[in-house]
Nanobody, 127 residues
């Protein structure tokens, strides 16, 4: 099972930017490009929310309505990484952000279809 480690979280003022990164390892018998990747987030007291997804080669990207136009997901299959560039951050973007990998053909928006998850990285946006 692929292991995922997120980095890049922190404290930023509203209107600022952050770039999250997720590194994959433990790809025994598979390549990173075998996985579609997604970012999710969970704020205290709220349900987990799908943020963005990207297909195997990085050609197609998908975004939740709350982040569309502000966040950009990308991947580098040569480095086994996926990133989330976040701009125009708002206090409501405050959450723990999780990177996840999906091997099958399930919905990229459904967390229940993912096979592996990172430990999360905290993003806090101050007003």
């Amino acid at each position: 099972q692929v292991q995922l480690v997120e980095s890049g979280g922190g404290l930023v003022q509203a209107g600022g930017s952050l770039r999250l990164s997720c590194a994959a390892s433990g790809l025994t018998g598979r390549t990173f490009s075998s996985y579609r990747m997604g970012w999710f987030r969970q704020a205290p007291g709220k349900e987990r929310e799908w943020v963005a997804g990207i297909d195997w080669g990085g050609r197609y990207t998908y975004y939740g309505e709350s982040v569309k136009g502000r966040f950009t997901i990308s991947r580098d299959n040569t480095k086994n990484t996926v990133e989330l560039q976040m701009t125009s951050l708002k206090p409501e973007d405050t959450a723990v952000y999780y990177c996840a990998a999906i091997l099958g053909y399930g919905s990229i928006m459904n967390g229940g279809h993912y096979d592996s998850w990172g430990q999360g990285t905290q993003v806090t946006v101050s007003s």
